[in-house]
């Protein structure tokens, strides 16, 4: 089975822009996770998708959004990027999205904002 | 809010040492707690979950925690530390009511010295 991935691996953008990352969860997974890694915060939950809907939502503005479609790929945009914004965003996903279910991770998609 | 703590931002052993990280936990209710580890440029890999079948969980490549109610501890261990061992370790929680909401430390760097 094909793990979780997402592209693009690498992007670079410029404050002011928009972003749109994406991520392809394992076959049968239903329930997709994004986080945010810096140096700084460490790793941060962003939301979870499920079944097309949101159903957590973590502590980020509102500039930072996201979505899901039928086949379960989902999208996370970032609007008005910031230099704060630069990290690696991690996707993941898991197959109802149970809280003792192991979430599979994808190698993640490195932002850097200039 | 739960929250876990990983005591030592980077821990270095010797080859064939001992690995110990540690991880203390902080939740009103029974937590499932997790270790994931994170090789350079990559994602996160599921070592090992707590998911209270078990005190003692064994993961993969020889590592095990111990989950100690009494101490609110999930310490990570290796009997004997090889050089491929070299990452970032990260000591993470879920519960009930936070679905796959991951709540993650601050990540622990092992060096292994030959």
């Known amino acids: 089975k094909a793990g979780v991935t997402q592209t693009p691996r690498y992007l670079i953008k410029t404050r002011g822009q928009q972003v749109t990352l994406s991520c392809s969860p394992i076959?049968?997974?239903?329930?997709v996770s994004w986080y945010q890694q810096t140096p700084g915060q460490g790793l941060q939950f962003l939301f979870e998708y499920f079944s097309e809907t949101q159903r957590n939502k973590g502590n980020f503005p509102g500039r930072f959004s996201g979505r899901q479609f039928s086949n379960s790929r989902s999208e996370m945009n970032v609007s008005t990027l910031e230099l704060g914004d630069s990290a690696l965003y991690l996707c993941?996903?898991?197959?109802?999205?149970?809280?003792?279910?192991?979430?599979?991770f994808g190698p993640g998609t490195r932002l850097l904002v200039l | 809010a739960q929250s876990v703590t990983q005591l030592g931002s980077h821990v270095s052993v010797s080859e064939g040492a001992l690995v110990l990280l540690r991880c203390n936990y902080s939740s009103s209710v029974p937590p499932y707690l997790f270790w994931y580890v994170q090789y350079p440029n990559q994602g996160l890999q599921l070592l090992l979950k707590?998911?209270?079948?078990?005190?003692l969980v064994k993961g993969i490549n020889g590592f095990e925690a111990e989950f100690k109610r009494s101490e609110t501890s999930f310490h990570l261990t290796k009997p004997s530390a090889h050089m491929s061992d070299a990452a970032e370790y990260f000591c993470a929680v879920s519960k009930e009511t936070s679905g796959s909401r991951l709540t993650f430390g601050e990540g622990t760097q092992l060096t292994v010295n030959p």
């Open positions: 076959s049968g997974h239903r329930s």
């Open positions: 707590y998911t209270s079948a078990a005190t």
């Open positions: 993941a996903s898991s197959l109802l999205g149970g809280p003792q279910e192991t979430q599979y």
